[in-house]
């Protein structure tokens, strides 16, 4: 498996409260990648980063910000938690040596926002 | 890659019997293509993958997938299913020349469910 943790595994937090999640890597790997999975939208992304402070939005940004200081982490940041984000949050890292992207993950952090 | 289209939200089949999972994607330039697997309360682990050459792909445990440009499609077949691989499946797909992004796109997964 990929060296690739999540911290935490499970929060509960209510609204209107800061949420930081963590993604850590003992891959070395250039690109890494937030997504949520929610029932019937299978994966989507939010937000994903090419390098050390590079970043970029993804298809569902809106609410969420990232920072990435190092390479081994990517951090997720709730600035203020609403219900709708209630999700299962996966990390994924990438080497990009072939161009092809392929990804791997973490175990999912599952957020309930009461 | 526009979209991925997986066919079929749940598939429910016998202990043994053959499966195919079905996965369509719509792209005006050359994919990569990937199945990824997750077994409940798990992340997604990598199952086979199409980068180029041979369009048929085959993982470790029995699955394979093949690629067929014409009909832009990358179906996981398993000629002889076990409990064991009750898990969601999904497809995905990459743009050659992607750019720095080179994001996944991802079908919305297919349930398979093996019954004894």
């Known amino acids: 498996d990929a060296g690739i943790t999540q911290s935490p595994r499970h929060k509960v937090t209510e609204t209107g409260t800061p949420v930081t999640l963590r993604c850590h890597q003992t891959e070395n790997h250039r690109y890494m990648y937030w997504y949520r999975q929610d029932p019937g939208h299978g994966l989507r992304l939010i937000h994903y980063s090419y390098g050390v402070k590079d970043t970029d939005k993804g298809e569902v940004s809106d609410g969420y910000s990232v920072s990435r200081s190092k390479t081994e982490d990517f951090l997720l940041t709730l600035e203020s938690a609403t219900s709708s984000q209630t999700s299962v949050y996966f990390c994924?890292?990438?080497?990009?040596?072939?161009?092809?992207?392929?990804?791997?993950f973490g175990p999912g952090t599952r957020l309930t926002v009461t | 890659a526009q979209s991925v289209t997986q066919l079929d939200s749940q598939v429910p089949v016998f202990e043994e019997a053959p499966v195919e999972l079905r996965c369509n994607y719509s792209?005006?330039?050359?994919?990569?293509l990937f199945w990824y697997v997750q077994y409940p309360n798990q992340g997604l682990q990598l199952l086979l993958k199409?980068?180029?050459?041979?369009?048929l792909v085959e993982s470790i445990n029995g699955f394979e997938a093949e690629f067929n440009k014409s009909q832009t499609s990358f179906h996981l077949r398993k000629p002889s299913v076990h409990i064991s691989d009750t898990a969601e499946y999904f497809c995905?797909?990459?743009?050659?020349?992607?750019?720095?992004?080179?994001?996944?796109?991802f079908g919305k997964g297919t349930k398979l469910s093996v019954k004894p």
């Open positions: 995905a797909v990459s743009e050659l020349g992607g750019g720095s992004q080179g994001n996944l796109i």
């Open positions: 994924a890292i990438s080497p990009d040596l072939t161009g092809a992207h392929e990804q791997y």
């Open positions: 199409y980068l180029s050459g041979s369009t």
């Open positions: 792209s005006s330039v050359s994919v990569y």
